[in-house]
C-alpha cells in the first residue's frame, strides 16, 4: 500500500456537493440570464495576468491579497477583481469596442486573505459594468440597480433594499467644510461606520485631525434619515457653497428619479449618506445592497460611478458605472441561514432501469428518445438486483425511474415509477415524454 | 499626465473580442447542455490547491509546467487539469456521493509551457467522468464516445471520427514479446508516431533496447488497418497467449458493439491500435477523436479509462472513464481555419433608440415588456441624434432598433427597423414581441 495523501483543499475555497452545485449553478444561471436580457456582452479574461498589468493602481490592502508570484521571467499575480481587468481590455481594444459598452462577466477572482468566517479567498463575482466613451448618461446610473433588483426579484431570496449615495455629495461637503485634503481618509472611515460604530468613528476622524465640532456636523450629517424627498431636500436647504456638492445632489435626485422610471418599487431602494465605498475608486454614485431581514449579510450587491479607472492605461476618456455580486460569499450565507436550500441530486429528470443486460437497447433508445424531447435521462448500466437498481434511483434524487423488463422491451413501455409518491405505471414511450416535459409545471 | 501601463495580457493566454466570446459561449452551452442531458451533475473544483495534494501523482514534463508558489506557510498550486481534482474530490466527499457518480466540470486549466503556436497556458477543458464504487459497467466506455459523438454532431462543425484502442491489448502484445519491463516506454513513443513517423519511432524503440525484429513487429502490428470487426478478427487470429491482451481485445470488441448499441454510425468511430495516450494513467479503453477534414488539429476531445487515480488518497477502489475536449484550443483552431466565425456581436435582438429624454420612459416601459416576453433588449440613453443612435445600432449589429419618437410614444407603438434589411415598420408592443420572438425560427 501507498502511502496517502489526505484529499483536502485550503481554508477559505468554497467546494459544493452536488446537490448544492445545482442550486449555486440555477443561481448563477439566473442571474447570467438577467444579465443577458439587458444586451450585456460576455466577457472572459485571463485568471493570470502580468502584476505591472493588473497592479497599475493597486497598492496598500490590495497588493498584501494578491496572489503574485514569479513563473521565469514573469512576475505574475492572480486578478483580484474584475474590475482592472476589465479597464485593461477597453483600454487595450478600444478601437474594436462599440460604446457605451456594455458587458458581464461571472468568474473566479483570488484574494489571500486572513482566513475568517464568511470570508472567502477564491470566490465568484457577478459583474456588470457600462463604459462611455467621453461620455456616460446619467440614466445607465439607474439602469444599473434596475437590473440588480430584477436579479434579487427573481433570486426570491426576500425583500432588499438599494442604497445609494453621491461620493460628490459627501466630497463636496467635506471640501465645504475645509477638509479638502482629508477627503479620501474621512470616505475610508465613514465607509466603516456601520461595523464600528459612531463613537469609534468620532475617533477615527478626530486622530485623523478633524476639529470635534466638524465631527459633529459631519455625523450628522452622513446619518441623515428619511424618504429620498426629504433627504434631498435637506441636502438643498442646507445651502452649501460648492460645485461638487451642487452636482452630486443634482445627480442624486436625478438618478433616484430615472430609477421611478426603470419600476423600481418606493420600498427597493433609499439615499443612504453613509454609503462611502471608501477602498474603490468610485467617483460619483455609489451603492451597496442589503437583504432586508439580513442585515448581518453586509452588501451583497455594491458599486458605483467611476470616471478614471482606464487613466492608468490610456489617455482616453472612458467613464464607467459597475455593479458586482459576490456570489460565493451571497451563496454560503444564504445557505447557512436557510432561505436557500438544496432540492435535487439529479440533472436527470429521468433514470432507466433495465432489468438485464437483454433490454439495456431498448433502454438506451428510449433515453435517446427522452434527450430528444429535451429530458435529461440516465441509464444505470451495472448489473445488479432491480432492488439494489432503485434503491441507487432513491438516492440519486432522480424524479422518474423507468423500469424495463422484457416485457416492457417487447411491447415498447416502460414502468414509469414517482420517486416521490411512489406511483408506478406502465407507459408507451411518448406518454412519458408527456409525463416528464409536464412536471415541472 | 501620469505614465502609461501597456494593457496588455501574456503570450498563450486566450482573450476574446465580444462577439468572438459569444459564438465561444455558444459553443460552451452546447457542450454542456449535451452532458446535462446525460444525467452528469456539475462540479466545480477550487483554482489553487495546496502542491501536496494536487501533485501526489505528478512528475517529469507535468511538474515541470505547474504554475506553482508559496503564498505565507502554503506551498500552493494552479489545477492543470480536472481528473486529479476529480480524484481528490470522489476521495474526500466519498460517503456523500451515489455511485457511479456521473460529473462534468468546464472550466479553466493551467499550464506554464513554452508559448508555441497552438499552446495554451490557459485553457478550458472540459470534461465528463463516471467514476464507479469497487466496479464499473464496460457499457460506460461506450456511453462516453455517444456522448462526444452527440457534442461533435451539435457543434456542427463537420465530420469526425472517434479513434478508439484498449491500452491492455497493447500492453499484453508488448508483454507476449517479452517486454513487460518496457510497456510505459513503449507507449510513450506510439504516443508520439503519428508526429515523428515510422522511423524516428523506430530508432527510439531501438535505443530503448529493443530488437530490431521486434520493432518491425511492433510497428506491423500497431499499424493494423480495416475495419473493426476486420481487425478484432486479427487481434484473435494471432492467438497472443497473454490473459491482459485478451481481456483488452474482448473489452474493445465489446465497447465497440455497444457504441453500435448506442446508435453511433459505422463512419464516426474505428478501432486504431497507434492511441496510446502515453503520458497519461489510462489501463483500458483509450480514445481519441479527429476532424476528418483537420487531422492536423490532432486530437480534439481524448481520455480514457483508468483504474487506479484515486490510490493516491483513499484504499477504496474506485474505477473511472472520462473524456475531455480542450475548448479553448479547438475554438482558436476553429476560427482560425474558418469553420466557425463571429455572427453577431450583440446580446440583445432589439436596441430601443428613444428620440430625446421625452420618449425614454416609454422606451423603458417597452424593453421591459421586451424582457417579460424573452427577448434581451438594449435601450440607448446618451443624448444624440438620431443619425448617430443608428450608426450605433449598425456598429452593434443587433438584428433590430426601435426608434421611439414621440408620435409612436403616444401611439403605443414602435418604428422597428430590421438592421439586415433596412425594412422599417410602425408596430404595437405586441406586434414587435410576436415579430422579434419569431426572428430566429
Known amino acids: ?26 443561481m448563477y444561471d439566473t442571474i447570467r440570464g438577467v444579465y443577458e436580457s439587458f444586451g450585456f456582452l460576455p466577457l472572459d479574461t485571463p485568471v493570470i495576468e502580468l502584476s505591472e498589468v493588473l497592479l497599475a493602481k493597486a497598492g496598500g490592502e490590495t497588493e498584501k491579497q494578491i496572489y503574485r508570484f514569479q513563473k521565469g521571467d514573469s512576475d505574475l499575480s492572480l486578478r483580484f477583481d474584475l474590475t482592472v481587468p476589465l479597464a485593461r481590455y477597453v483600454s487595450a481594444h478600444y478601437n474594436d469596442l462599440v460604446f457605451p459598452f456594455k458587458r ?78 482629508k477627503i479620501e481618509e474621512i470616505l475610508r472611515i465613514i465607509d466603516k461606520i456601520e461595523k464600528i460604530g459612531k463613537e469609534a468613528a468620532v475617533s477615527e476622524l478626530i486622530a485623523l485631525g478633524v476639529a470635534a465640532d466638524k465631527t459633529d456636523t459631519i455625523i450628522d450629517f452622513i446619518t441623515s434619515d428619511g424618504t429620498c424627498g426629504q433627504i434631498l431636500a435637506k441636502l438643498r436647504a442646507m ?130 428518445k427522452f434527450r430528444n424531447a429535451g429530458i435529461a435521462s440516465d441509464v444505470y448500466f451495472g448489473e445488479r438486483g432491480m432492488k439494489q437498481k432503485m434503491k441507487y434511483a432513491g438516492r440519486c434524487g432522480v424524479p422518474y425511474a423507468a423500469v424495463i423488463g422484457d416485457s416492457e422491451a417487447a411491447a415498447g413501455t416502460v414502468a414509469l415509477k414517482d420517486m416521490q409518491s411512489g406511483e408506478q405505471k406502465s407507459v408507451t414511450i411518448p406518454e412519458a415524454i408527456e409525463i416528464l416535459q409536464n412536471m415541472d409545471k
Open 1 to 26: 500500500m501507498q502511502e496517502k495523501v489526505i484529499p483536502r483543499i485550503l481554508p477559505g475555497f468554497m467546494e459544493l456537493l452536488p446537490t448544492e452545485q445545482i442550486l449555486f449553478n440555477d
Open 104 to 181: 458581464y462577466q461571472m468568474s473566479k477572482v483570488f484574494r489571500g486573505e486572513r482566513p475568517q468566517k464568511g470570508r472567502f479567498r477564491e470566490f465568484y463575482q457577478c459583474d456588470i459594468d457600462i463604459i462611455g466613451n467621453e461620455e456616460l448618461d446619467l440614466r445607465y446610473d439607474a439602469e444599473m440597480p434596475a437590473i440588480i433588483y430584477r436579479v434579487f426579484e427573481k433570486l426570491g431570496i426576500g425583500d432588499f433594499v438599494i442604497r445609494l449615495n453621491n461620493r460628490k455629495v459627501l466630497g463636496g461637503f467635506f471640501a465645504s467644510l475645509g477638509l479638502s485634503d
Open 239 to 368: 445651502n452649501i457653497e460648492n460645485e461638487t456638492y451642487a452636482s452630486g445632489v443634482a445627480e442624486l435626485a436625478a438618478v433616484t428619479e430615472y430609477m421611478r422610471m426603470f419600476g423600481m418599487p418606493e420600498d427597493s431602494f433609499r439615499i443612504d449618506l453613509t454609503i462611502a465605498r471608501g477602498l474603490d475608486y468610485y467617483t460619483g454614485t455609489v451603492y451597496e445592497t442589503q437583504i432586508k431581514a439580513h442585515p448581518e449579510f453586509g452588501s451583497v450587491c455594491s458599486g458605483g460611478r467611476y470616471d478614471n479607472l482606464t487613466g492608468y492605461y490610456t489617455d482616453k476618456k472612458l467613464p464607467g458605472i459597475g455593479i458586482s455580486i459576490g456570489l460565493t460569499r451571497l451563496f454560503s450565507q444564504l445557505l447557512a441561514s436557510g432561505l436557500i436550500a438544496p432540492k435535487t441530486g439529479s440533472i436527470a429528470r429521468v433514470l432507466l432501469l433495465p432489468m438485464d443486460g437483454n433490454t439495456v437497447p431498448f433502454a438506451v433508445s428510449a433515453a435517446t
